[in-house]
């Protein structure tokens, strides 16, 4: 049995890098490979900020969620989820408190989810040399739908760690990216052209073949808003609120918690794809709630920024490869009108069908190379 290592996102608190590291990990198993998660450690961030060092982002976080205008009761919900989080789904991917560094492999996979972007304030990221694949005990090591985020090419050069990216990415045997700002920063630092493919939440068949997904909830006639807490602003949650009202329908928010919430939803990463399922609509302006949108067939909107900790790299990306751009919204005024609007996913499904099948082609490829070694 070949041994994979998937170094990623994986103790990231957020349900997206769940998903992505659950799906990944169940691709290898179904391609017969024994599976494992392995650990990086932490780098100091290039980007310095007073909020960003240690515990005083900790205590930035949390003071951020007390002050935001949003039921109290809601607010504790969103806590204890981000508390409990690692005891409560680790388990799922068979990862405990002890790290998992560089073990002896047949194959590392790095990715997918955002591990290149090494120019942020995250100190739960940095700027980690093992997250480009230094210090590895593997046979071989390529990556799978890795992302550089909002990090571009300008910021690598700003920061003076342009050419030590460049060395370390020409060291993979084989180099995959999820979307085009990604490709063009590995063209233009290895000159060669790496693969595209699409994050594991659309590779891997979450409702076909997971049987995790519970079939309902207890809950019904409601919307979901799903960010990171408080990055809807006023003015959004206000016309969300008064688009809900309008329908009948409660705000759920799911992953953060935001002005206009009636109830936060703490609930496991698969129960997550049930609440998608059955709303009405979705309102979105992340990466994952976009492709959780996609794989429910749901209505949704997503919100594009290219302000603060901005997501218009991916965002803008992920809706072009699968023929969703009129899912884009920057004009509030036309909520109610995109959200009422069916939309036809016949030629996205033959898209995510097609690039199903180029992933298992990818993947088994590579593995063909390890037993060849």
Same mark, same amino acid.
């Given at each position: 049995?070949?041994?994979?290592?998937?170094?990623?996102?994986?103790? *990231?608190?957020?349900?997206?890098?769940?998903?992505?590291?659950?799906?990944?990990?169940?691709?290898?198993?179904?391609?017969?490979?024994?599976?494992?998660?392995?650990?990086?450690?932490?780098?100091?961030?290039?980007?310095?900020?007073?909020?960003?060092?240690?515990?005083?982002?900790?205590?930035?976080?949390?003071?951020?969620?007390?002050?935001?205008?949003?039921?109290?009761?809601?607010?504790?919900?969103?806590?204890?989820?981000?508390?409990?989080?690692?005891?409560?789904?680790?388990?799922?991917?068979?990862?405990?408190?002890?790290?998992?560094?560089?073990?002896?492999?047949?194959?590392?996979?790095?990715?997918?989810?955002?591990?290149?972007?090494?120019?942020?304030?995250?100190?739960?990221?940095?700027?980690?040399?093992?997250?480009?694949?230094?210090?590895?005990?593997?046979?071989?090591?390529?990556?799978?739908?890795?992302?550089?985020?909002?990090?571009?090419?300008?910021?690598?050069?700003?920061?003076?760690?342009?050419?030590?990216?460049?060395?370390?990415?020409?060291?993979?045997?084989?180099?995959?990216?999820?979307?085009?700002?990604?490709?063009?920063?590995?063209?233009?630092?290895?000159?060669?052209?790496?693969?595209?493919?699409?994050?594991?939440?659309?590779?891997?068949?979450f409702i076909g073949r997971c049987?995790? *997904?519970?079939? !309902?909830?207890?809950? !019904?006639?409601?919307?979901?808003?799903?960010?990171?807490?408080?990055?809807?602003?006023?003015?959004?949650?206000?016309? *969300?609120?008064?688009?809900?009202?309008?329908?009948?329908?409660?705000?759920?928010?799911?992953?953060?918690?935001?002005?206009?919430?009636?109830?936060?939803?703490?609930?496991?990463?698969?129960?997550?794809?049930?609440?998608?399922?059955?709303?009405?609509?979705?309102?979105?302006?992340?990466?994952?709630?976009?492709?959780?949108?996609?794989?429910?067939?749901?209505?949704?909107?997503?919100?594009?920024?290219? !302000?603060?900790?901005?997501?218009?790299?991916?965002?803008?990306?992920?809706?072009?490869?699968?023929?969703?751009?009129?899912?884009?919204?920057?004009?509030?005024?036309?909520?109610?009108?995109?959200?009422?609007?069916?939309?036809?996913?016949?030629?996205?499904?033959?898209?995510?069908?097609?690039?199903?099948?180029?992933?298992r082609e990818y993947l088994k490829?590579?593995l063909e190379q390890c037993t060849?070694?």
């Amino acid at each position: 049995m070949i041994r994979v290592g998937i170094l990623s996102m994986q103790r *990231i608190a957020n349900y997206g890098s769940f998903l992505q590291a659950y799906g990944l990990k169940k691709i290898f198993e179904e391609l017969g490979c024994g599976v494992e998660f392995v650990d990086y450690r932490v780098g100091e961030c290039l980007v310095q900020d007073e909020c960003s060092k240690g515990m005083t982002r900790k205590l930035s976080k949390a003071t951020e969620i007390i002050k935001l205008n949003a039921p109290l009761k809601e607010k504790i919900r969103f806590i204890q989820y981000k508390r409990k989080y690692g005891k409560n789904y680790y388990p799922y991917l068979e990862i405990g408190a002890q790290k998992n560094y560089a073990p002896e492999l047949d194959l590392l996979v790095i990715g997918s989810d955002e591990v290149f972007n090494c120019v942020q304030d995250n100190t739960n990221v940095g700027f980690s040399s093992e997250l480009f694949g230094e210090g590895n005990r593997a046979q071989r090591l390529i990556t799978y739908a890795a992302s550089f985020g909002n990090t571009t090419i300008s910021d690598l050069e700003k920061y003076k760690v342009k050419e030590k990216v460049s060395q370390w990415l020409k060291r993979f045997d084989a180099l995959s990216v999820r979307d085009k700002n990604s490709g063009n920063i590995v063209k233009e630092l290895t000159g060669m052209l790496p693969e595209y493919h699409p994050d594991p939440v659309l590779a891997y068949d979450f409702i076909g073949r997971c049987k995790q *997904i519970p079939a !309902s909830v207890p809950e !019904s006639d409601y919307m979901i808003l799903y960010g990171y807490s408080g990055r809807f602003t006023t003015e959004e949650c206000r016309e *969300i609120r008064a688009y809900a009202n309008k329908n009948g329908w409660k705000v759920f928010c799911i992953g953060g918690v935001q002005q206009c919430c009636d109830r936060y939803i703490d609930c496991n990463p698969f129960q997550v794809i049930t609440y998608f399922q059955h709303a009405a609509c979705i309102v979105t302006d992340t990466f994952h709630g976009t492709i959780l949108s996609v794989i429910t067939q749901q209505k949704f909107v997503s919100f594009v920024r290219s !302000s603060g900790y901005g997501n218009a790299e991916k965002l803008t990306d992920i809706l072009e490869r699968l023929c969703l751009q009129k899912r884009r919204i920057g004009d509030l005024s036309r909520l109610e009108e995109m959200l009422s609007t069916t939309i036809d996913y016949a030629k996205t499904n033959d898209i995510i069908h097609a690039e199903r099948e180029r992933v298992r082609e990818y993947l088994k490829k590579e593995l063909e190379q390890c037993t060849r070694n």
